[in-house]
């Protein structure tokens, strides 16, 4: 009996192991993989004028804040809002991420709301549904977008992120697809050496 029950408490380390080592793989992965590559401005002017707005450079509208701006291009029709941001650094990209987060927390939070986050590699995406509006918040590199626009409207933005490679659905199956092939080796050897103690423990205490 002695022996059964260490074979549990041996079959619960494995569980907890297994565990531990499975967070490790998705930091590895949220670190190292899946990242995506920064939109220049250019790209960002040319989709805006291709969906049918008038895009402004307002860099000088922003350039007192942070030295590090190098072109700032704005968008406003209708009820839909977008500011694409180019650095010349990836800190001032975060910091402009985290004071349009900031500002939509405090701004446009309300219930019912639906919110996403997602934090891979080299960006961070934000998003939120609430009180009938829509905002995102991003950064992706030295980039960073703040957009927000009535609910109606949110495929418009979400169209324009599309476009420059900021939403991109392949990205999340990618990301699962590694998650996957990395842990799934370790996971089947550990239900196999867990399979065995128990077979072997039930075996002999029987």
């Known amino acids: 009996m002695a022996q059964a029950k260490w074979g549990i408490k041996g079959f619960i380390k494995l569980i907890v192991f297994l565990a531990i080592l499975l967070a490790i793989i ?8 899946v990242s995506k590559m920064p939109a220049p401005s250019s790209l960002v002017w040319h989709v805006l004028t291709t969906e049918g707005y008038d895009p402004e450079d307002i860099t000088e509208k922003y350039s007192s804040q942070d030295s590090g701006l190098v072109k700032c291009i704005g968008v406003k029709k209708d009820d839909i809002s977008f500011e694409f941001y180019d650095f010349d650094n990836t800190s ?3 910091n402009a991420y985290g004071n349009a987060h900031s ?12 919110q996403t986050k997602t934090a891979m590699a080299n960006y961070t995406i934000y998003t939120l549904k609430a009180r009938g509006e829509y905002s995102v918040a991003i950064h992706v590199g030295n980039t960073a977008i703040y957009a927000y626009s009535s609910e109606e409207n949110a495929e418009k933005i979400a169209k324009i992120l599309t476009d420059i490679g900021y939403f991109n659905v392949s990205n999340g199956f990618l990301e699962a697809a590694v998650i996957i092939l990395l842990g799934l ?3 089947l050897g550990l239900i196999w050496i867990a399979f065995r103690r128990i077979k072997y423990h039930l075996f002999f205490t029987v």
């Open 92 to 94: 001032s990209a975060v």
């Open 26 to 33: 998705y930091g590895v992965v949220r670190i190292t993989g």
């Open 103 to 114: 500002l939509i927390v405090r701004t446009k939070m309300g219930l019912p709301r639906a």
């Open 185 to 187: 080796p370790f996971v």
